[in-house]
Nanobody
Framework: QVQLVESGGGLVQTGGSLRLSCTIS?????????MGWYRQAPGKQRELVAS???????NYADSVKGRFTISRINTGNTLYLQMNTLKPEDTAVYYC???????????WGQGTQVTVSS
């Protein structure tokens, strides 16, 4: 059974940094076409923050370009999101997702809270 577990969230001041981690069990990320980080703020829809494909193609939301970096260990089981120069509007629950054409569904983690104080 595939499971994703996020960690690394917390409370940080404006301008600070956090690194989120997403660990997969029951499979490895190399079997998924795309892995990504999403976030959902109160009262808002869940949105894509950053994604990475097995071919190494990166995609970022405009709001985080230049501040966030998604990465993974190619043969490993961990996906990262380095978040720098955090802003209050980055406050949200951050979710990890893994998916691909060979899977019948996408897999989501339970989320980790990130709160940026002004």
């Amino acid at each position: 059974q595939v499971q994703l577990v996020e960690s690394g969230g917390g409370l940080v001041q404006t301008g600070g940094s956090l690194r989120l981690s997403c660990t997969i069990s029951g499979s490895t990320f190399r079997f998924f076409d795309t892995m990504g980080w999403y976030r959902q703020a109160p009262g808002k829809q869940r949105e894509l923050v950053a994604s990475i494909s097995t071919g190494g193609i990166l995609n970022y939301a405009d709001s985080v370009k230049g501040r966030f970096t998604i990465s993974r260990i190619n043969t490993g089981n961990t996906l990262y999101l380095q978040m720098n120069t955090l802003k209050p509007e980055d406050t949200a629950v951050y979710y990890c997702k893994a998916g691909g054409s060979t899977w019948s569904r996408d897999y989501w983690g339970q989320g980790t809270q990130v709160t940026v104080s002004s």
